[in-house]
């Protein structure tokens, strides 16, 4: 039997993360930044409104949030004159884009991840 070889360098095709890939993960890996656009692509709505949609997510974080999101060009703050004075959100064009990539990692999640605790939808 012949000892198993253990490769001293790192094979020569392998490269870190492109810029790309670490710019969309710094902004859509940080916590509730896909949920609220998963929302978003199913339909504009009011700050109560995804508020209620992502259980869990505190006023201060999905502020937080949404104003990352418009800060990248993916999500746009209308305000409704009123009265009752209202904030609308909705995604801009490159937020739209996102919509099959968010459909194939849902589609994805159901296929390969457990389902865990269930949360309840809109």
Known sequence: MGELETPTTAP??????????????????????????AVLTQHSGYFSELRRAIPG????MLSDRL??????GLVVRCVDEGPPLRVCYRLTEAGQALGPALEALGHWAALHLSDGPSRPGC
């Open 12 to 37: 020569s095709g392998c490269t870190g993360v492109d810029s790309a890939m670490h710019r969309v993960f710094a902004l859509l890996g940080k916590r509730w930044s896909g949920l609220i656009l």
């Open 57 to 60: 997510i505190s006023e201060r």
């Open 67 to 72: 104003t990352e999101l418009a800060e990248a």
